[in-house]
């Protein structure tokens, strides 16, 4: 099956830093989303990209789906960015990552 | 804009009993998922559903899992016998079509707790 690997697996940032979280992907897929999974526990959708660029906010994402990877750009972190970050691909169901945890340090 | 909805946000349950997560995908969505993610760990697929079928299942889903759309709103997810390791956020999802290329749309998720 498809592996899906994450990059950082952690990453500590003063507030006001800029980051590249990293989702490396095995096999062409048809879908990719970035999930941000707050302190409740929700994941909360950030971006569909299965190719392209995206951007809403601070936040933007680029999908080569050529070369199988994908990346999300936090720039100027606020602590309220803090959470997993998680990288979803697949056809018809969904593969995760094992996540990017992020701390926002004040 | 359309969510999908899941209750309870949080179940407390006594090992050995039943438990059903219930939750409301988009009205006019046509399959339906459920995932878990153990404390920690990254989120699972459990089961896919399209048209009052299993589609597929993965080893997870074992016989102590079962899903069913009970009305034309509900998606829901039975445990029959819960075990200390079911314990997991659980999260819904729902697809509008059969694309390959359609987005999931992903509830809240309940927190299973088993003691």
């Known amino acids: 099956g498809i592996q899906v690997e994450q990059s950082p697996p952690d990453l500590i940032l003063q507030e006001g830093a800029n980051s590249t979280l990293r989702c490396n992907f095995s096999d062409s897929v048809n879908n990719l989303q970035w999930f941000h999974q707050n302190p409740w526990g929700q994941l909360i959708n950030l971006f569909y990209?299965?190719?392209g660029t995206k951007q809403n906010g601070r936040l933007s994402a680029t999908t080569v789906a050529t070369e199988r990877y994908s990346l999300l750009y936090i720039s100027s972190s606020q602590t309220t960015d803090s959470g997993v970050y998680f990288c979803a691909v697949g056809t018809y169901k969904y593969i995760f990552g094992t996540g990017t945890r992020l701390k926002v340090l004040a | 804009e359309p969510e999908v909805t899941q209750t309870p946000s949080h179940q407390v349950t006594q090992m050995g009993q039943e438990v059903i997560l219930r939750c409301v995908p988009i009205?006019?969505?046509?399959?339906f998922y459920w995932y878990r993610q153990i404390l920690g760990q990254k989120v699972e697929f459990l089961v896919s559903?399209?048209?009052?079928?299993?589609?597929?299942k993965s080893e997870i889903f074992d016989d102590q899992f079962s899903v069913e759309r009970p009305d034309g709103s509900n998606f829901t997810l039975k445990i029959r016998s819960t075990k200390l390791e079911d314990s997991a956020m659980y999260f819904c999802?729902?697809?509008?079509?059969?694309?390959?290329?359609?987005?999931?749309?992903f509830g809240p998720g309940t927190r299973l707790t088993v003691l």
């Open positions: 009205s006019n969505h046509l399959y």
């Open positions: 999802a729902s697809r509008k079509t059969g694309l390959a290329t359609d987005t999931q749309y």
């Open positions: 559903f399209y048209n009052n079928e299993i589609s597929e």
């Open positions: 990209i299965p190719s």
